[in-house]
């Protein structure tokens, strides 16, 4: 799994993306490249809370930088979540399992 140095501490991708504002940032960057002036106007977040955010995220591998003139473009890189979706694969099939159980047995009493 990637990990975040972030105070001395390893953080998991798994922990990066459980922060909701982080997940708000991402979703907003799987539309289109951002700057920080746009991410903050969706945010509602400080410009300060939204860079610590936006720190956090790169340094995941979950977003990458460009340099426009004056502005940064912030970029989602989604590579890392192959990660979680690789680890979310046996759950998956784990409750399609189930639901096709549940399915028969609903076809049955029909």
Known sequence: MNAVQNNHEKTSLFEVIAESNRRKII????ISP???TE???F???SQPGVSKHLKILREAGLVTITKDSQSRI???HGQPLKEIDNWLEPYRRYWEERLDALEELLDEEE
């Open 43 to 45: 945010t509602k977040l």
């Open 34 to 36: 951002r700057t920080v």
């Open 39 to 41: 991410i903050v106007e």
């Open 74 to 76: 912030y970029h989602l």
């Open 27 to 30: 979703d907003y960057l799987r």
